[in-house]
């Protein structure tokens, strides 16, 4: 990691405000987002990222990027709160993770912590079914995703979540 950062400083000092510069601050900021966790900073990144070639590739993905975090810090302020939006915001907080961030992990943490929170089948039954579709899909794991179905329609057997594992481990409907 640190030699990687070092290569994306040597290519912002050699070719300044150019396609290339920005691509590299997008680089370090996705290395501080997804491995150092630090999403200041990375934000911080993506807009230099931005600033640096604002219609070059990365500094379009650097916008978006940046859009992204701020939705995530709004969803984690709203979902700190507690109360019914909390749980709501844990939702969109997760899907924001899996479909824009590409965190698998982080999705699920956050689909456990609903878990631990929803006192409705709603919001429980849907982060079930989340949690198997993102075990199934993006971390390729059939056993985990398997026991989140099974968990889903023996918990919640008639929930439209419950329906749907149903079918995706091929189990009878009841």
């Not at 878990?115 to 579709?133: C, P, Q, R």
């Amino acid at each position: 990691l640190p030699r990687a950062i070092e290569e994306y400083e040597d290519i912002v000092a050699d070719f300044p405000r150019s396609d290339h510069s920005a691509e590299a601050y997008y680089q370090m900021g996705l290395i501080e987002q997804r491995q150092r966790k630090d999403l200041e900073k990375a934000q911080e990144l993506f807009e230099v990222a931005r600033k640096e070639r604002a219609n070059s590739e990365a500094g379009i993905r650097a916008q978006e990027r940046y859009k992204d975090l701020n939705m995530l810090k709004r969803y984690k302020r709203t979902a700190d709160k507690g109360g019914k939006k909390s749980l709501a915001a844990m939702v969109d907080m997760a899907e924001l993770y899996l479909l824009k961030l590409d965190e698998p992990d982080s999705a699920l943490a956050t689909y456990d912590r609903i878990l631990e929170k929803a006192d409705t089948t709603e919001y429980a039954s849907k982060a079930l079914y989340a949690m198997g579709i993102v075990y199934a899909d993006s971390l390729n794991d059939a056993d985990a995703a398997t026991g989140a179905f099974e968990r889903l329609i023996d918990t919640f057997p008639v929930s439209p979540y419950a329906q749907e594992a149903r079918k995706r481990i091929q189990r009878d409907v009841e």
